[in-house]
């Protein structure tokens, strides 16, 4: 009761102990930079001092705060590492979120955020800028910058994204330029990629349609930037392929980002009439699908964490939009369904996992609107061959086998003629009897008493015969 009496809530003990705090971050800041560990943890207690309204209410009233902003606005450029500078202005914008007064908030704004607005515009804007970008002073004034940017978008909440976007949205239409500009630097790249996708993870679900749709041009325009500036490049610099392998998986993650804007939307109404055409985030997506893909190549696919993102964005598209993927220019739409393909014979059970749900949306989609026929019907149908021999070779862990003989069935459902002729194939391969009339009855005893639909009680009963049926077939089962 002591300890609370001097040092709980509204007490001049808090209020010492959260300036003492304070005056340290202040203390660390100034006096080891060079430290870039103890700069790291530093910022993180900055921002666990702002990271609530209420504890930030209490620190914007403690004198070491503003010596902190005061600190951050004189501190040459590099002075902090990139990581410390980004959590420093998150730290600052989420002390913002506290101040109550709208007005007072603005003003708050201006003088946290506009110098680095101008710092920025100073250098766009000189008439020499395209002779002297590449210059080293300029670059790291870019840089420095690109990593304040990162922090105010990672810093943004409910109540300051709309300011915030406002604050941010005119660079971000000067970096869609810049990545042309600047294609050569690969560290300039990533850093506005970055930029990109922490403004669509942190801000995009909060933003109006208007707004939305700001962002969703600025990332196309971004992308396409970039491909135009990287499709048929080659480089003879060994650390190539893995910068290829970064940017296009930070392309990977932003287009995911966006995606995300059409199943967690908070935005507030922005009076659109409601016969306006709206962009969806999955047309966005589906659309810096198609340009990035020329850019993906098998080897790239080979890095574990792009293989994995990329499987997960386009089952994750099929899942929100099954629709929009059906009607994909027929390019599209071969490399795509080539990469399932590829994803159920090379790249591990994970992805084997990914493409199998993949296969079972747009399959199920297919059968419930009657698309039999359709130029997406026709570009499944050889998955149920592939998918059926890799299944009874034993090229699947059976610890996968729920996931492929969901898919496996759903194919069954959509081919059925097909099914049936590969069926008989098989069985003519063989020149056993004995073996071909086992396989006959497993492969009978597979749908008896099964109806060949979609419907959830008949996946359930093809289930549970697809188990006994690996289990009847194994040991004696080889397809030529």
Known sequence: MALLAAFGKDTDGATWTV???????????????SE?????????????????????????????????????????????????????????????????DVQRRGEYWIQ????????????????????????????A??????????????????????????????????????????????????????????????????????DSRRIYEACLQTIQTYARCNTGRLSLESAAEEETFRDILLLMELLTNLLSKDFIDLSPPDGSSEGEQTVTAGDVCLYGLNIIMPLMTVDLLKFPSLCTQYFKMITFVCEIYPDKVCQLPMGLLKNLLSSIELGLTTYGQDVIVLCSDFIQVLGTHIYRSNLQGSPVYETLRPLLKLLMNLILTHQINSDLLPNTSSALYVLICCYQDDYQHLVQGLLDSHQDQLVAERLAKAFTELTSNITLNIERQNRIKFRDSFDKFIVNVHGFLLIK
Request: with cysteine.
């Open 36 to 100: 870039p560990g103890l700069i790291k943890d530093t910022v993180r207690l900055f921002i666990a001092l702002v990271d609530m309204r209420e504890k930030g209410s209490v620190v914007l009233k403690s004198e070491g705060f503003w010596n902190i902003v005061q600190l951050q606005s004189k501190t040459e450029r590099g002075a902090f590492p990139g990581a410390a500078k980004r959590g420093l202005f998150k730290a600052l914008v989420l002390a913002g979120a506290a101040v109550d």
């Open 141 to 210: 004034e870019i840089i420095d910058i690109l990593e304040s940017f990162i922090g105010v978008a990672q810093g943004s909440q409910v109540v300051t994204v709309q300011s915030l976007f406002h604050f941010l949205y005119p660079m971000l239409s000067e970096f869609t330029t810049l990545v042309g500009v600047y294609h050569n630097y690969q560290q300039v790249v990533e850093l506005i990629l970055e930029l990109y996708c922490e403004c669509a993870r942190s801000m995009l679900c909060y933003l109006s349609q208007g």
């Open 112 to 139: 946290v955020l506009k110098p680095l607005q101008d710092r920025f515009k100073n250098i766009i804007c000189q008439e020499n800028f395209n002779r002297i970008f590449h210059e080293e002073n300029i670059k």
């Open 19 to 33: 300036n003492f705090l304070l005056r340290k971050v202040e203390s660390n800041l100034c006096s080891f930079s």
